[in-house]
């Protein structure tokens, strides 16, 4: 038996604030926002099992995110300006199952893999980007942000691709980064029963309050 959690997403409207949304008219919305409690982040690769015809997604998370974005207007327009998301890679643990294996085998080997003492976080770094009209009016839209990612001493060109909702002083994004751990000079783990495939999928689903 293996089990995979679903990816990661924007949570569900309350009832009560569905067609609702507090919309982000004058400069509302504006400024700088930090990630909040309750944000997470994690990799999703595939694994494949000696013996075993389909291949298995191993899916690790962590709690410890931290970052700041910061939205400007011009006019009617709103702008990603800036942002940073920090994670912590040494706290990730794996929340996928797979029967008659301890997973948390699996977060040891990775945490070598990335020489997490040496090189402690991954850092997203994100490039100025218009954001969709829908933005201002509390909708949840979808938007490509790139910018760059810094792993194992390493920094590459990547391109987010995010949902995000704003509503009041509180804020959602969630979405992936679509790479492949050899860009940033990390051998795929080695296990012995196991080959682990080199494309990785970050995720992160974030809430954001207003400073």
Known sequence: MRT???SLALAAPSPTASGTASPTSGTAGTGTWTIASGS???YRVKEQFVGQSSS???VARTS???GQATITQSGTTYQLSAATITVQLSSLASVDSVAGYNVTNRDRIVQQSLDASSFPTAVFVAKSVTLPAGASAGQTVTVSVPGTLSIH???KDVTASLQLRVSGSSAQIAGTIATNMTDFGV???SIGFTTVQPAV???VSLNLTQS
């Open 64 to 66: 410890a995110v931290s």
């Open 201 to 203: 999928t970050i995720e």
């Open 153 to 155: 001493g390493v920094t």
């Open 56 to 58: 298995h997604e191993a």
């Open 40 to 42: 997470l982040a994690g």
């Open 187 to 189: 051998n795929p783990p």
């Open 4 to 6: 995979s959690p679903p």
